[in-house]
């Protein structure tokens, strides 16, 4: 394992477990009803995440993103759901990291493309659950199918080679990373978790 990869894992392991348990997608989801309201969530995250990062930018560092958006995935679901977006609220400055910064970019990208990992187990849960696949309401959780190792092992080797270069600066990383996952509890999880007095907060709303 990398150095980057072992600070990046290590230092985010807590807020990472908290957010597991604010954003549970098989105890969010009740119905389908429920399920599209979190996918909503998960929309106006990646609506303002996919907005701002500057895939020029890491197309400099030999990672190409472009390839890899989620929201026109989340778009196909809430479409094949019913679900409307026209009540999606901005997601206010300040919230995501700085995304023209390379160092916050790949940061940022350890939380969203580490969460395509689970999509395989959430994706057949939800299909025996709702009899919904890829082309009638998850295809943002099927996401890359058979290719998300791989896929993952790509992104790391990207960062890892990033994380080696003399201008790169692994505090900003990790804390980049540590941001993007509070980013995510506050947007689809509707609750802060960076601090821990807060963390036994009742969720309120997966679209805040």
């Given at each position: 394992?990398?150095?980057?990869?072992?600070?990046l894992r290590q230092k985010t392991r807590p807020i990472h477990e908290k957010l597991e348990q604010v954003v549970d997608v098989f105890t969010a989801a009740k119905d389908i009803e429920s399920y599209g309201k979190l996918l909503k969530g998960f929309y106006r995250f990646y609506l303002a995440y996919e907005t701002s990062l500057n895939n020029s930018?890491?197309?400099?560092?030999?990672?190409?993103?472009?390839?890899?958006?989620?929201?026109?995935?989340l778009i196909k679901d809430?479409?094949?759901?019913?679900?409307?977006?026209?009540?999606?609220?901005?997601?206010?400055?300040?919230?995501?990291?700085?995304?023209?910064?390379?160092?916050?970019?790949?940061?940022?990208?350890?939380?969203?493309?580490?969460?395509?990992?689970?999509?395989?187990?959430?994706?057949?849960?939800?299909?025996?659950?709702?009899?919904?696949?890829?082309?009638?309401?998850?295809?943002?959780?099927?996401n890359y199918g058979s290719n998300a190792r791989q896929m993952w092992l790509d992104f790391v080797e990207a960062l890892t080679k990033y994380s080696?270069?003399?201008?790169?600066?692994?505090?900003?990383?990790?804390?980049?990373?540590?941001?993007?996952?509070?980013?995510?509890?506050?947007?689809?999880?509707?609750?802060k978790i960076t601090n821990p007095n807060n963390f036994n907060e009742r969720i309120s709303s997966f679209t805040n």
């Open positions: 394992m990398s150095e980057i990869l072992e600070s930018l890491l197309l400099e560092y030999g990672f190409d993103y472009e390839k890899r958006r989620k929201l026109p995935l809430l479409d094949s759901l019913g679900v409307d977006t026209g009540d999606v609220v901005a997601v206010e400055n300040g919230l995501l990291p700085d995304l023209e910064n390379p160092d916050s970019a790949f940061g940022s990208l350890y939380v969203v493309e580490g969460a395509t990992l689970g999509g395989q187990v959430i994706s057949r849960q939800l299909n025996e659950k709702f009899q919904i696949g890829k082309d009638n309401g998850a295809a943002f959780f099927t080696r270069l003399s201008t790169s600066n692994t505090e900003v990383i990790v804390d980049s990373a540590i941001t993007t996952f509070d980013a995510f509890g506050q947007i689809v999880g509707g609750r």
